[in-house]
């Protein structure tokens, strides 16, 4: 018969085995637990000092890249580029807030190639308009609305004009006169003197001719005669006067020399990060309005890749022109400019323009070579 006591000690040995079977397992589970946690720290800290490695090893490659890139670029800026633009007029127009750096080696580097350097033309934040200083403007460019929206159109519609106008060729077969068929050109003349020599007398005759202008619907022939000069157009004053437009002169130059006055110039347009007056308010307009007006313009819109992230940062200026039906087919671009390649690319594109060739250079989305192929 099972009494009262046999039935406590039953009991009891459950509980007290039922204990030491928690206990041995909650030891083994916790031991392996931390085992395993070790483990996987381990993992970690060799896989960090892996990375750390490699990251180390990168930086290490990419700064050796930088130094070599830097030094190509000097060596460009001094002799690789020399004579490729000799006697070629060049203007940087620059969007202020964008890296410095690029733009003060795409300066040399066009010196070095024997570029006839116009100063650089910057697009200051003043151009961000607001009610006051489009009333202003409208009042000083004589235009009939004072609207944000119509005077900043008014702007890079006039821009435009101008730029065009001084980027038309001198034709070579008329040895006494310049044509241009542009909207709105206007000039200063200068005189001429013509010689005829015999055995007998020497006449000199001095003729100082005005050039000739004729008018048809919108559109306004001007005929400058050698050794003119146009004056600076009224939109580049009003805008260098009221704060709007910075320029910085080539050496031995002075920030008070009127801009635009000659023939044939070529143009690089320059934005990207950090720029203070978004392109879609003025770059994009001004060359929509510049290509409308020719065909094609005498351009090479160029950004510098720059940053944390220098793939993204690179596109920011050059996608909108590539993916543009019209500027695509009629201004060049680099999307490279912090590179030794996209100065030579640059270079190159500036002397393709001689030939009215367009093309699209760098790295990034949209790019057909790293380089112009050449003729």
Do not use: C, W
């Amino acid at each position: 018969m099972i009494n009262l006591r046999y039935h406590i000690v039953s009991i009891t040995a459950i509980f007290l085995a039922l204990g030491i079977g928690v206990a041995l397992g909650g030891t083994f589970l916790d031991n392996y637990t931390v085992d395993q946690l070790n483990s996987n720290i381990s993992s970690a800290e060799k896989r960090i000092r892996s990375t750390s490695a490699e990251s180390a090893r990168l930086k290490r490659q990419i700064a050796l890249t930088d130094k070599r890139d830097r030094a190509l670029s000097l060596l460009a800026s001094q002799s690789l580029f020399r004579g490729n633009l000799t006697g070629v007029p060049v203007m940087v127009i620059a969007v202020d807030g964008i890296d410095k750096a690029s733009q003060d080696t795409l300066r040399a580097t066009l010196a070095g190639a024997g570029a006839e350097f116009m100063g650089t033309v910057s697009l200051t934040d003043k151009l961000n308009l607001d009610d006051a200083s489009a009333a202003d403007l409208a009042k000083a460019l004589n235009l009939p609305s004072p609207t944000v929206a119509s005077v900043r159109a008014a702007i890079a519609s006039r821009l435009a004009r101008s730029l065009v106008v001084a980027g038309l060729p001198s034709p070579r077969s008329a040895p006494g006169a310049t044509t241009s068929t542009v909207p709105g050109a206007t000039t200063t003349s200068s005189s001429t003197t013509s010689t005829t020599t015999s055995t007998t007398t020497t006449t000199t005759t001095t003729t100082t001719p005005a050039p000739t202008t004729s008018s048809s619907g919108s559109t306004t022939t001007t005929t400058l005669p050698p050794g003119a000069k146009r004056a600076e157009p009224p939109v580049i004053t009003a805008l260098r006067r009221g704060g709007y437009l910075n320029y910085q002169p080539p050496e031995g130059g002075s920030s008070d020399d009127k801009l635009l006055t000659t023939d044939s110039l070529r143009y690089v347009v320059v934005s990207g990060q950090g720029a203070k007056v978004p392109d879609a308010d003025m770059l994009l307009p001004m060359l929509r309005a510049m290509t409308a007006t020719s065909g094609t313009a005498p351009v090479v819109m160029a950004s510098a890749g720059v940053g944390d992230d220098p793939e993204q940062t690179r596109g920011l200026a050059i996608t909108p022109i590539r993916n543009d039906d019209v500027l695509r087919h009629g201004v060049s671009t680099v999307d490279d400019l912090e590179m030794f390649s996209g100065l030579a690319a640059t270079v190159l594109a500036l002397q393709d323009l001689g030939r009215d060739v367009h093309g699209h250079y760098g790295v990034g989305d949209g790019a057909t070579s790293q380089l112009p192929i050449g003729p």
